[in-house]
């Protein structure tokens, strides 16, 4: 072993037992127990996870939310960062050593989707909440000791110490880069610093409102305030979250809760008819009428990144269309992963957006049922665990 890591050679193309934090059904706790990662397949990567972090769609997803959605045992967790263990074949862009992150949604480079530079899904590797194998042979690559298969969470399940991907889903980071900081690009940094500039394009002057502070609406402030908007409104029902806020880009702050007015009103009357961009991270469909409001007749611009809950539809009437507000949604804040991922890293480590403020956990891989409960009270906005 080489720092606490098992030598590539000692395991490729093995069978690794390595310890894994399995949920069983909705909401039970979370149990370590050592698992059973297969190698890599063809256009695969088995990768060592060195850092993983907790985001809602992990919570949601343990809670069961999405009844349709469930599947047990399950491995989950997407946003993490770690070192290449072995590639299946046909692998030629990633290699044993990489430093990596990987990604919920891939980039294949070859289908459609992503041959258009309209948009960052991908056919084969795109995110799917839906899926729970692997797709060259619908397959686990997980299994208990007694053999029976552990399904996968959203092309990733980074919650063991050992993981098997997509070669689409597994984006190369400079080796000078810290694995710890970069752990928040697989998901809630990038999908929120990408909403603010590759979908919405904030521009220098404008007013923006974020409805709901936690990572992904933290960092579009952190977003908006390096494309210089002036005035980033942050709302939310929990105050505590406003000091943070105001140390990352917000500038004027809104809890709901102190008014007895729509919060919208109050932004109009703030920003003198409404803000330029509005940002609904709470995937709360009352919340997203809230920021459609929000926004300026003639042109505002209205991004949800929240994850709502089926079978709700959008609260609006087709009508409220035409005063010119516009709304669109967006997945890893429009980013292609493979592509685009490395350049905002670089980005990242120049000090454009300030990574280290996003953790404000930090706890070993066995206390992972505390991070969840830490998420829950709102006490964190990214807890980081250490494999």
């Known amino acids: 072993m080489e720092n ?114 309209k948009t960052n899904m991908c056919e084969r590797a795109g995110v799917n909440p839906f899926m729970t194998v692997m797709v060259n ?33 597994v984006v190369k980071i400079d080796p000078d880069a810290s694995l710890k900081t970069m752990t928040l690009l697989s998901c809630g940094v990038s999908t929120g610093v990408g909403a603010a500039w590759n979908i919405a394009n904030v521009k220098a002057g404008s007013t923006v409102a974020i409805f709901g502070l936690g990572a992904v609406g933290l960092a579009v402030a952190e977003g908006a305030r390096a494309r210089g908007a002036t005035k980033i409104i942050g709302v939310d029902i929990n105050p505590n979250k406003f000091i943070k806020g105001r140390a990352m880009g917000i500038t004027d702050t809104i809890n709901p809760r102190d008014f007895e007015k729509p919060v919208h009103e109050c932004i109009r009357e703030m920003t003198g008819g409404g803000v330029d961009y509005s940002f609904e991270c ?62 905002f890293a670089k980005e990242c480590m120049q000090g454009v957006v300030n990574l280290e403020e996003f953790i404000t956990h930090e706890l070993p891989f066995e206390k992972i049922n505390e991070a969840f409960q830490l998420l829950i009270d709102g006490k964190s906005v990214r807890c980081l665990l250490h494999l």
């Open 137 to 169: 042979d619908g397959k686990s690559r997980f299994s208990c000791k007694e053999g029976k298969p552990i399904f996968h969470f959203l092309n990733t399940s980074t919650f063991c110490e050992y993981t098997v991907v997509e070669s689409a889903c």
């Open 282 to 343: 709470a995937g709360i469909s009352e919340v997203l009428r809230e920021a459609f409001l929000a926004t300026h007749e003639g042109w505002g611009l209205t991004v949800i990144l929240g994850i709502h809950t089926s079978p709700k539809m959008l609260p609006l009437h087709p009508m409220e269309l035409f005063t010119g507000r516009v709304i669109i949604a967006t997945v890893f804040g429009g980013f292609k992963g493979k592509t685009q991922l490395p350049n």
């Open 4 to 117: 606490g890591l098992r030598k590539p050679s000692e395991t490729t193309r093995k069978v690794i037992t390595c310890k894994a934090a399995i949920t069983w059904g909705p909401g039970e706790p979370f149990v370590i127990e050592e698992v059973k990662v297969d190698p890599p397949q063809k256009m695969e990567v088995r990768i060592k996870i060195l850092f993983t972090s907790i985001c809602h769609t992990d919570l949601s997803a343990w809670q069961g939310e999405n009844e349709a959605q469930r599947a047990y045992p399950r491995i989950l967790g997407h946003e993490a960062s770690g070192i290449v263990e072995s590639v299946g074949e046909g692998v030629m862009d990633i290699k044993e050593g990489d430093h990596v992150v990987p990604i919920f949604n891939g980039e294949c480079g070859d289908c459609p989707y992503c041959k258009c530079e």
